[in-house]
Nanobody
Framework: QVQLVQSGGGLVQAGGSLRLSCAAHGRTFRIYAMGWFRQAPGKDREFVAAITWSSGSTHYATSVKGRFTISGDNAKNTVYLQMNSLKPEDTAVYYC?????????????????WGQGTQVTVSS
């Protein structure tokens, strides 16, 4: 079992920056990858970014590439999402997720464990 505890988020003006953190607790040694997803009101949950724990390789949704950066600190079992040049359309609840297995990193059903979610609101 893995427990994911998120922090960060909040309200920022368009063009601003925020950083989200997600700390993993429990059987973290089995984690293969961690990802960030987001869900806006009335919309489906969508992939934002992912990182594989062993290799450090990263993947991004087209909508955030070049603006968001995912990174991990293995010693702290923590993954971060640095969000720059934020836009109003980035407004959503952001969730971190973890999986023990390799697979389609951009599919939410590939992830077994989820954080509690954190609100990000970008004002225009």
């Amino acid at each position: 079992q893995v427990q994911l505890v998120q922090s960060g988020g909040g309200l920022v003006q368009a063009g601003g920056s925020l950083r989200l953190s997600c700390a993993a607790h429990g059987r973290t040694f089995r984690i293969y990858a961690m990802g960030w997803f987001r869900q806006a009101p009335g919309k489906d949950r969508e992939f934002v970014a992912a990182i594989t724990w062993s290799s450090g390789s990263t993947h991004y949704a087209t909508s955030v590439k070049g603006r968001f950066t995912i990174s991990g600190d293995n010693a702290k079992n923590t993954v971060y999402l640095q969000m720059n040049s934020l836009k109003p359309e980035d407004t959503a609840v952001y969730y971190c997720a973890a999986t023990y297995y390799s697979g389609s990193y951009d599919q939410s059903n590939e992830y077994d464990y989820w954080g509690q979610g954190t609100q990000v609101t970008v004002s225009s």
